[in-house]
């Protein structure tokens, strides 16, 4: 079981938002604003798409945005294009015992 | 451009030790700018940290594989390692290696990753 809660699924259709949260805890998400998120196409390595919380990597498309409240993050991917269908992962640091967590991904399909 | 690569054997005893190692290339694993890292996926499953070491040996661990996990760098070879003792099925997993970003919380560059089944 991971320690970042995120639904199994989710979809939209070509040029929608969709928004994937990431749940965790006061000990976590909720302590360090240290959150990414990572994007998995089937047979390949994570890529990073979000890191503290907000900030895209160089190369990454302005479509994707993340925001923070409380123990939960969120990932928003505006405008909706078919090579975003993935499995999408998010990320916490979580201090100086459990240190890094990830959550369970979530896939998301574009109809 | 940084990058990192995994080899090792695919296929593991149970109750034998996983040996798996990492190419840093691109770069010097001996740099300021990275932990180096172990993480695992499981098939179907999030990915799961293992631990993590800078080039001075600094090592942190996961809390529930710490009893049979080492991280070990060698600076000389531009690699680190990993030995993961007592498998049983449930290590099997894709293991991958990546740099860890030592200010802000990330992991980038990946390796493409190393499927280890357990199985005898």
């Known amino acids: 079981q991971s320690a970042l809660t995120q639904p199994a699924s989710v979809s939209g259709s070509p040029g929608q938002s969709i928004t994937i949260s990431c749940t965790g805890t006061s000990s976590d998400i909720g302590s360090y604003n240290v959150v990414a998120w990572y994007q998995q196409h089937p047979g390949k390595a994570p890529k990073l798409m979000i890191y503290e919380v907000n900030k895209r990597p160089s190369g990454v498309s302005s479509r994707f945005s993340g925001s923070k409240s409380g123990n939960t993050a969120s990932l928003t991917i505006s405008g909706l294009q078919a090579e975003d269908e993935a499995d999408y992962y998010c990320y916490s640091y979580a201090g100086t015992t459990t240190f890094e967590v990830f959550g369970g991904g979530t896939k998301l399909t574009v109809l | 451009q940084l990058r990192v690569q995994e080899s090792g054997p695919g296929l593991v005893k149970p109750s034998e030790t996983l040996s798996l190692t990492c190419t840093v290339s691109g770069g010097s694993v001996s740099t300021n700018d990275y932990y180096w890292a172990w993480i695992r996926q499981p098939p179907g499953k999030g990915p799961e940290w293992i631990a993590s070491?800078?080039?001075?040996?600094?090592?942190y661990y996961n809390p529930s594989l710490k009893s049979r996990v080492t991280i070990s760098v060698d600076t000389s070879k531009n690699q680190f390692s990993l030995m993961l003792t007592s498998v049983t099925a449930a290590d099997t997993a894709v293991y991958f290696c990546?740099?860890?970003?030592?200010?802000?919380?990330?992991?980038?560059?990946w390796g493409q990753g190393v499927l280890v089944t357990v199985s005898s």
């Open positions: 070491i800078f080039y001075t040996g600094s090592t």
């Open positions: 990546a740099g860890r970003s030592y200010f802000e919380c990330w992991f980038d560059p």
